[in-house]
């Protein structure tokens, strides 16, 4: 009997030291590299708001409209309940000879990842938009694809929509299943006004990890990222229907890109991955000469094809319908991630989803406090805005680099 409340006492020790490993690992965790020096005239690019950035980005479009022929802006706006200044903004520069190739630069579909998204798209402009590539390129430049987001700090549009889980050719998506979202509801959709310090929040990594440890870090993360369309109240939801931006950009995608004979359609995104890194991420590819088109523009570069553990494969991606509009041409699909949260890390994916599960919640529900607010609000900008100028310009630097070997492999 002694024995048994000895090993009864070690057990509870080690239960309590592996709890308060996890609750002050959670909330002490912190993804950031203090090494690496920031880059001022490279973050010059990057805007404060989003009536900033569409105005940088449309001042650009005009100046490239005096030097090449044909160059084309639009916008269109995006209905709103609240707000009638939101719109998304396009600048297509046409091949000024052959009409061989377009390269398409989508940013904001994600609202709040829009900083870092029209940021890249500047540096390209003023960067790889020399005369020489539009002899036979055509460029196709989307900004804020979802302006609500943008404008309002959101990942997903007014109506909780996830943009990149609302894009497919065929409707029959928004009847797609998620099992593992539906079995782990409690967790991803909490209920009531967030109160940051409730047990239940503090708890969170324990929580989470006993779903880890019944099911796995692969399936937490594939239930709650790879898209819903069932719950309008969850994260990630895909809607039962598109976006009305979704069915304006079509529009134009129908008009600009069937008259090219291979597409470069690259998405910008930030949050996922190893902080201050791009990753380059894809879902599984079925067709070999997509593939091989991707590894021969990419050369020598990691792509993640949505088969790794660190990452994770979404339904309604955006990149993906238009690869299925234009059966006629070579799509080449592509997401530049650049990453926040070293989310291979069990910390960094925690935090991750936890950050995603409590802005939902304010969002649909408020806030107990202005304090809790200001925690979630915080939060989302490191998630997906970082202030730090060091992140900025580390994206950005990687951005250059990986340009350079599109103008080198895509475009030249």
């Known amino acids: 009997m002694r ?219 594939q239930a709650a990222l790879q898209g819903q369309y069932y719950f309008p109240e969850g994260i990630y939801y895909g809607g039962k229907k598109y976006e009305p931006q979704i069915d304006s950009v079509r529009q134009i995608l129908e008009r600009v890109v069937g008259i090219y004979d291979t597409v470069l359609n690259i998405d910008l995104h930030t949050g996922y991955g190893e902080w201050g890194r791009m990753h380059l991420f894809v879902n599984p590819i079925g067709d070999s000469v997509v593939e091989a088109g991707l590894k021969r523009v990419f050369a020598g570069e990691t792509i993640d094809w949505g088969s790794g553990t660190d990452f994770y494969t979404i339904n309604g991606a955006y990149v993906d319908m238009i690869s299925a509009m234009f059966g006629g041409a070579v799509v080449l699909p592509m997401f530049f991630e650049f990453g926040t949260m070293n989310s291979s890390t069990t910390f960094g994916s925690l935090r991750s989803i936890h950050t995603m599960i409590l802005e939902n919640q304010g969002f649909k529900n408020g806030c107990k406090s202005e304090k809790d607010k200001a925690n979630v609000e915080c939060n989302m900008n490191k998630l997906y805005n970082p202030e730090s100028a060091a992140w900025q310009s580390e994206t950005l630097r990687d951005a250059d680099k990986m340009f350079d070997k599109v103008f080198d492999n895509f475009i030249r």
Not at 135 to 153: E, M, T, W
């Open 3 to 221: 024995y048994l409340k000895i090993l009864s006492v070690v057990l509870l020790v080690v239960i309590v030291a592996i709890v308060a490993y996890l609750v002050i690992g959670f909330k002490m965790f912190s993804a950031v590299d203090k090494s690496i020096e920031p880059d001022c005239a490279l973050n010059n690019y990057y805007s404060k708001t989003y009536n900033e950035a569409r105005e940088r980005f449309v001042e650009k479009a005009f100046s490239l409209s005096e030097k090449y022929s044909g160059v084309e802006i639009d916008k269109f706006s995006v209905p709103s309940k609240t707000d009638s200044l939101l719109f998304v903004d396009i600048c297509y520069i046409p091949a000024q000879g052959v009409n061989a190739k377009l390269l398409i630069l989508t940013s904001g579909i994600h609202g709040v990842e829009g900083f870092a998204g029209s940021a890249v798209q500047l540096l390209f402009a003023d960067r790889f938009m020399a005369e020489r590539m539009f002899d036979s390129v055509g460029v196709l430049l989307i900004h804020a694809l979802n302006p609500y987001g943008f404008k309002y700090c959101r990942k997903a549009t007014e109506n909780n929509v996830d943009l990149n889980r609302n894009c497919m050719v065929n409707t029959e998506l928004f009847n797609t299943k998620n099992n593992g979202f539906e079995m782990l509801y409690n967790l991803l959709t909490p209920a009531g006004k967030v109160d940051v310090m409730s047990l239940k929040n503090q708890l969170f990594p324990v929580i989470a990890i006993k779903s880890i440890v019944t099911h796995g870090m692969p399936v937490l993360r």
